[in-house]
């Protein structure tokens, strides 16, 4: 069983013995052992718990490669890009608008808020580039 190979692999990536986890998601050490084996599965909360102390998604947990487009991890560090890259530019342009001195606070307003959407833009022009070496590099 898929499950039950995953969550051993998992557990033992982490450093983890059965009784360890057993403590950290509320069971006993047989029942790890069973998930483990392929005698039993972990009914719908305990898959979240799972989930959330391997740091992956349930769809990962289970095997369903088909569902998930990548790690939680990789998510987060593509979400921080844009977030990093939109602020970075809203910033850029609110000093440049406020320090020419020239336009009201409404139009600073506009820039930044322009300086924003092109952060946006870069970040997903920057994400397509990623992925497309990335893809390029599987082949």
């Not at 769809?59 to 939680?72: P, R």
């Not at 939109?86 to 910033?91: A, D, E, K, N, R």
Request: aromatic content about 6%; proline content about 1%; charged content about 20%.
């Amino acid at each position: 069983m898929q499950l039950g190979n995953n969550i051993q692999t998992l557990r033992k990536k982490k450093g983890l013995s059965q009784e360890k986890l057993a403590e950290k998601i509320n069971v006993t050490r047989q029942t790890i052992s069973n998930w483990e084996l392929g005698e039993t599965a972990p009914n719908p909360e305990q898959l979240i718990l799972l989930s959330k102390q391997f740091d992956i998604s349930i769809d990962e947990l289970v095997g369903n490669d088909a569902m998930s487009s990548g790690s939680s991890r990789e998510n987060r560090s593509i979400k921080d890009m844009y977030i990093g890259l939109i602020v970075l530019c809203g910033i850029v342009a609110c000093v440049w608008a406020f320090s020419a001195n020239r336009f009201r606070y409404v139009e600073i307003l506009g820039i930044t808020i322009a300086g924003a959407v092109i952060g946006a833009c870069l970040g997903r022009v920057i994400h397509g580039i990623l992925m497309y070496l990335r893809n390029d590099k599987k082949k």
